[in-house]
């Protein structure tokens, strides 16, 4: 299973990106894709996540800034980032809980990063 992520970038302050995320590769049932992002020297954190079925979770420092999207027809996942700032510079990672078949349990994958840098 691969994810890839796309759509990172430099902006400036106030300004918008979209984040993408596609889930590849031998995929019996996939759920809960999420961004997290992880800035110089902090911890990984939690952005946003969306189950297939449920209202989407988001970090209370993105809310009414972030919008999260799950298209899991096509095992994909999208973040809208608007209103951005310094605060919001990190690498961008995305990840999915991913089933390869009926009777394996559902393991954590992650996307390989990507860099938003936000200047002021």
């Known amino acids: 299973v691969q994810l890839q992520a796309s759509g990172g970038g430099l902006v400036q302050s106030g300004g918008s990106l979209r984040l993408s995320c596609a889930a590849s590769?031998?995929?019996?049932?996939?759920?809960?894709m999420g961004w997290y992002r992880q800035a110089p020297g902090k911890q990984r954190e939690l952005v946003a996540s969306?189950?297939?079925?449920?209202?989407?979770n988001y970090a209370d420092s993105v809310k009414g800034r972030f919008t999260i999207s799950g298209d899991y027809a096509r095992n994909t996942v999208h973040l809208q980032m608007n209103g951005l700032n310094s605060e919001d510079t990190a690498v961008y990672y995305c990840?999915?809980?991913?089933?390869?078949?009926?009777?394996?349990?559902?393991?954590?994958?992650w996307g390989q990063g990507t860099q938003v840098t936000v200047s002021s």
């Open positions: 990840n999915a809980e991913v089933k390869i078949a009926r009777w394996t349990p559902l393991r954590t994958y």
């Open positions: 590769g031998t995929i019996f049932a996939i759920d809960n």
């Open positions: 969306v189950a297939s079925f449920g209202s989407p």
